[in-house]
């Protein structure tokens, strides 16, 4: 039943670039070495093919740093590619001084199991006019909850196997729907060295309506799980996000163990806070003091509180992350865009009205 639940669920949380944004070849001139051609190509960067325990093959950057003290893991949000963030993290591993792991989930640009190519290759054929599938049919293959708890566990498992990387080194990053793999990893790996949710989401139901108890229906349980996470725990959220609510962030930072001092950008939306100068101070701030401190006695970090006032960089400016690309996009038919289309029309309801209810009802979605 779960496994059906999570198929079903998967239509409403998931909406992989299509088509994708990059695509994976050999080159033979570097003895076969994987590699994206739409993007730059770097010495200090890999490019994997990982197969997870469901059996499907997820692709996977693995980003070098020459002298990083850590190591990250980055879960990213639900309507992105690799090929959309490369850039991104090349950036951030070199801004945080760490070594970089991003990687897809299966049914995300070419990480995909054997259900899944073959509805691509019908669909490709006009044999299948449902490509993405709507049946859980391809439930195995297709992006799911299941599915992306194996997908992180094949990543982690190569980051420690292939890459030598310890638990004490690791840090777990997840933004938005990214939330839900790393914090189910981090409340199984008690021995990690950090934990950072980007606009992270307390569940899957918890978008759309504000149930006070875990349903069985529900996915990505991150309320039921973060206070089994044992490490440093950093909370990102914009105030003004319309997406996941600040309200979810906030919740989640009271319920860790061991709390670091979270960062509310004021004004911040969904998708936009990297462009804020006070997201990379703050985020850098934290990863590198992470071997400079114990923990406090009571189980949470405490650091000064860092100004969310600020407003997104001017060009140049030293604080932020200058990325040569621009944010993906937000899918045509996410509640994102339905949002904007409302505000012209007439004032915009509370998040917590009956209207989230008919919105899920008639199966529009949010950017998680």
Request: some cysteine; charged content about 20%; hydrophobic content about 35%.
């Given at each position: 039943?779960?496994?059906v639940t999570?198929?079903?669920?998967?239509?409403?949380?998931?909406?992989?670039?299509?088509?994708?944004?990059?695509?994976?070849?050999?080159?033979?001139?570097?003895?076969?070495?994987?590699?994206?051609?739409?993007?730059?190509?770097r010495?200090?960067?890999?490019?994997?093919?990982?197969?997870?325990?469901?059996?499907?093959?997820?692709?996977?950057?693995?980003?070098?740093?020459?002298?990083?003290?850590?190591?990250?893991v980055?879960?990213?949000?639900?309507?992105?590619?690799?090929?959309?963030?490369?850039?991104?993290?090349?950036?951030?591993?070199?801004?945080?001084?760490?070594?970089?792991m991003?990687?897809?989930?299966?049914?995300?640009?070419?990480?995909?199991?054997?259900?899944?190519?073959?509805?691509?290759?019908?669909?490709?054929k006009?044999?299948?006019?449902s490509?993405?599938p709507?049946?859980?049919?391809?439930?195995?293959?297709?992006?799911?909850?299941?599915?992306?708890y194996?997908?992180?566990?094949?990543v982690?498992?190569?980051?420690?196997?292939?890459y030598?990387v310890?638990?004490?080194?690791?840090?777990?990053?997840?933004?938005?729907?990214?939330?839900?793999?790393?914090?189910?990893?981090?409340?199984?790996?008690?021995n990690?060295?950090?934990?950072?949710?980007?606009?992270?989401?307390?569940?899957?139901?918890?978008?759309l309506?504000?149930v006070?108890?875990?349903?069985w229906?529900?996915?990505?349980?991150?309320?039921?799980?973060?206070?089994?996470?044992?490490?440093?725990?950093?909370?990102?959220?914009?105030?003004?996000?319309?997406?996941?609510?600040?309200s979810?962030?906030?919740?989640l930072?009271?319920?860790?163990?061991?709390?670091?001092?979270?960062?509310?950008?004021?004004?911040g939306?969904?998708?936009?806070?990297?462009?804020?100068?006070?997201?990379?101070?703050?985020?850098?701030?934290?990863?590198?003091?992470l071997?400079k401190s114990k923990?406090?006695t009571?189980?949470?970090?405490?650091?000064?509180?860092?100004?969310?006032?600020q407003k997104?960089?001017?060009?140049?400016?030293?604080?932020?992350?200058?990325?040569?690309?621009?944010?993906p996009?937000?899918p045509?038919?996410?509640?994102?865009?339905?949002?904007?289309k409302?505000?012209s029309?007439?004032?915009?309801?509370?998040?917590?009205?009956?209207?989230?209810?008919?919105r899920?009802?008639?199966?529009?979605?949010?950017?998680?």
């Open positions: 039943m779960g496994g999570s198929s079903i669920a998967a239509k409403f949380a998931f909406f992989p670039p299509n088509p994708p944004s990059y695509s994976v070849v050999s080159d033979e001139s570097c003895s076969g070495k994987l590699c994206i051609p739409e993007v730059p190509r010495e200090n960067v890999d490019v994997l093919k990982l197969r997870t325990q469901r059996g499907n093959e997820i692709v996977a950057l693995y980003v070098k740093h020459p002298k990083a003290s850590a190591s990250m980055y879960s990213h949000g639900n309507a992105a590619d690799l090929g959309q963030m490369f850039e991104f993290f090349v950036e951030l591993s070199l801004r945080l001084r760490v070594n970089l991003g990687y897809d989930y299966s049914g995300y640009g070419q990480s995909a199991g054997k259900g899944l190519l073959e509805a691509a290759s019908l669909s490709h006009g044999l299948c006019t490509y993405p709507l049946t859980p049919l391809v439930g195995l293959h297709w992006p799911s909850e299941c599915n992306t194996a997908d992180i566990d094949a982690y498992k190569c980051v420690k196997e292939q030598g310890k638990d004490e080194q690791l840090i777990l990053y997840g933004q938005s729907v990214g939330s839900g793999p790393t914090v189910d990893l981090a409340s199984r790996t008690p990690l060295r950090a934990v950072v949710l980007h606009g992270p989401i307390l569940s899957g139901l918890r978008v309506y504000p006070k108890r875990t349903h229906f529900d996915i990505y349980k991150n309320v039921d799980k973060i206070n089994m996470v044992n490490c440093p725990v950093l909370v990102i959220h914009g105030t003004a996000d319309e997406v996941v609510d600040c979810h962030g906030k919740q930072y009271e319920l860790c163990k061991e709390k670091y001092e979270p960062l509310w950008v004021n004004g939306g969904h998708c936009n806070l990297e462009s804020y100068p006070v997201y990379i101070k703050h985020l850098k701030k934290f990863v590198l003091g071997g923990p406090a009571n189980g949470s970090r405490k650091t000064p509180l860092v100004s969310d006032t997104p960089a001017e060009s140049g400016a030293s604080n932020t992350l200058n990325l040569p690309f621009d944010l996009e937000i045509r038919n996410s509640l994102d865009s339905q949002l904007d409302m505000k029309n007439k004032p915009e309801k509370s998040r917590m009205s009956k209207d989230c209810v008919e899920f009802r008639r199966r529009k979605i949010s950017v998680w």
